[in-house]
């Protein structure tokens, strides 16, 4: 395997601030009477969830949930199919509340197709998605564009504050890319 060098996009102020935007934005969308309920996808989601939900005031009563998901695996590219490695607590009724999907990030929509309509068979009132980065993919075949988005993106892997590579750099502050040193005949 080549040697990784990593290739900051974001540094932890800028985030800070846009994650700081992001809440006051979500705070004045959603209002108590819809009994709103953060759905937060493990484990890519869980440094951005923490933060976004801290920004959020104290009077919506926003509860927390969390399920797991896994399409990636150990690589860069989505392997086309999403598996629900563990559910939302199958106790919380959904009726009639407004579920506040957070992910890391959306590349090609499937995960987030993927739980959108599993909340609405799970009986969710109304679903928004929040990711902090949106890739706009060539050949993506997107369907549905998440409503709160803290970073548009394009080409490039990921890592840092909560993101991924083979379970690698989650404890990153800021976020980058990955770099391939090429060196040699690569
Ligand atoms: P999608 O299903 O193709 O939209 O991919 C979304 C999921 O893939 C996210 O929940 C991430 O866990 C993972 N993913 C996609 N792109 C990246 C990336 O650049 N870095 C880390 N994880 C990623
Ligand atoms: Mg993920």
């Known amino acids: 395997m080549k040697p990784i ?15 700081a935007e992001m809440g006051r ?28 939900l801290r920004q959020l ?3 919506l009563g926003i509860e927390v949930g969390f399920l797991r998901c896994d399409s ?14 563990q559910d939302l607590d199958a106790r919380l009724d959904l009726h009639d509340r407004t579920v506040l999907l957070i992910d890391d ?4 929509g499937l995960t987030l197709d993927y ?7 799970r009986g969710a009132g109304r679903i928004r998605t929040c990711v902090l980065l949106e890739r706009k993919n060539p050949d993506g075949e997107t369907t549905s564009a998440p409503k709160f988005v803290g970073f548009k993106v394009g080409d490039g892997f990921f890592v840092g504050y909560g993101l991924d590579y083979g379970d690698r750099y989650r404890n990153l502050p ?7 040193e090429t060196q040699g005949h690569g």
Do not use: C, N, W
């Open 105 to 108: 990030i959306m590349d090609t």
């Open 25 to 52: 934005e979500i705070g004045k969308a959603l209002t108590p009477d819809e009994r709103p309920l953060a759905v937060v996808v493990l484990q890519g989601a869980f440094v951005f969830a923490a933060d976004l």
């Open 115 to 121: 739980l959108v309509k599993h909340l609405e068979s």
């Open 57 to 59: 005031p104290e009077e």
């Open 5 to 19: 060098r990593l290739k900051q996009v974001f540094s932890r102020d800028e985030i800070k601030r846009r994650v």
């Open 72 to 85: 990636y695996g150990m690589g860069t590219k989505s392997s086309g199919r999403v598996v629900l490695l």
């Open 174 to 180: 800021d976020l980058s890319v990955l770099e391939e």
